[in-house]
């Protein structure tokens, strides 16, 4: 799952960084969720929940049967 996990996430990584930013998987949770880590201009920015429920689950949740959700980290 994890293979899958990171696959899906190179499909966001040039959205991201289109406006300085970047994202990495840090762990899948017993429970299928997805940790990240947004990186460079996305930490900390203001539209990152909306950048993580609008885009991210969502394209892992097509890409990764299973997945119950993501949350970020620090």
């Given amino acids: 799952m994890q293979e899958k996990i990171e696959k899906a996430l190179e499909q ?3 959205i991201l960084r289109r ?3 970047d994202i990495e ?3 899948l949770t017993e ?3 997805v940790k990240v ?3 460079g201009h996305c930490a900390g920015c ?3 929940r909306m950048t993580l429920s609008n885009i991210v689950a969502q ?5 990764v049967p299973g997945v ?3 949350q970020a980290v620090d």
Avoid: H, S, T, Y
């Fill in 31 to 33: 429970d299928n969720v």
């Fill in 37 to 39: 880590r947004l990186q």
């Fill in 68 to 70: 119950k959700g993501v």
């Fill in 46 to 48: 203001p539209g990152a």
């Fill in 12 to 14: 966001i990584r040039p």
């Fill in 59 to 63: 394209i892992l949740a097509k890409e």
């Fill in 19 to 21: 406006d300085g930013g």
């Fill in 25 to 27: 998987f840090v762990e």
